[in-house]
């Protein structure tokens, strides 16, 4: 690889970057941040502990316990306790949590549309095959860290 090809690649990696992450946040429902939404996709799938979240996300309990706030009160999210031990609480997501995933997804696709507008189905085949071997490749990087 050369450092010409290399360079190149990191700036439009961190000019589409700065697009695509501006787009998200005009894209973003007042008052839902992309931590909140992130929490609700991981809750989508099934109840979680706070603590288990926190730990997925890399950040502290209490930086969950603050999101998880701001969802329940919104009416996003809500807090249940478990049946064998009441000491354990977990967040669960509720049907306006669902409904306001399944807008943003929505969203995302005509986005996502726009972005690759013009692109032949082949060139969109290459370009899923080149993130795959990206994703395998930072994956690998973390595993040996």
């Known amino acids: 690889m050369s450092e010409a090809l290399i360079s190149e690649l990191e700036q439009l990696f961190y000019e589409m970057n700065q697009l695509i992450s501006s787009e998200k946040h005009r894209c973003l429902r007042e008052g839902i941040s992309l931590s909140q939404i992130w929490v609700l996709k991981q809750l989508e799938q099934d ?11 890399g950040v502290s ?46 969203e995302r696709q005509k986005m996502m549309k726009i972005y690759f507008d013009g692109l032949p189905d082949q060139d969109l085949e290459h370009l899923i095959e080149i993130y795959r071997k990206i ?8 595993n040996t860290e």
């Open 47 to 57: 109840r979680q502990k706070i603590s288990d979240l926190a730990e997925s996300m």
């Open 61 to 106: 309990v209490p930086a969950i316990t603050g999101l998880s706030d701001k969802l329940i009160i919104q009416g996003l999210a809500k807090r249940t306790r478990s049946d064998q031990d009441r000491r354990i609480v977990y967040l669960t997501i509720s049907e306006k949590g669902r409904e306001l995933l399944k807008e943003i997804r929505q």
């Open 135 to 142: 994703i395998n490749n930072i994956k690998k990087k973390r």
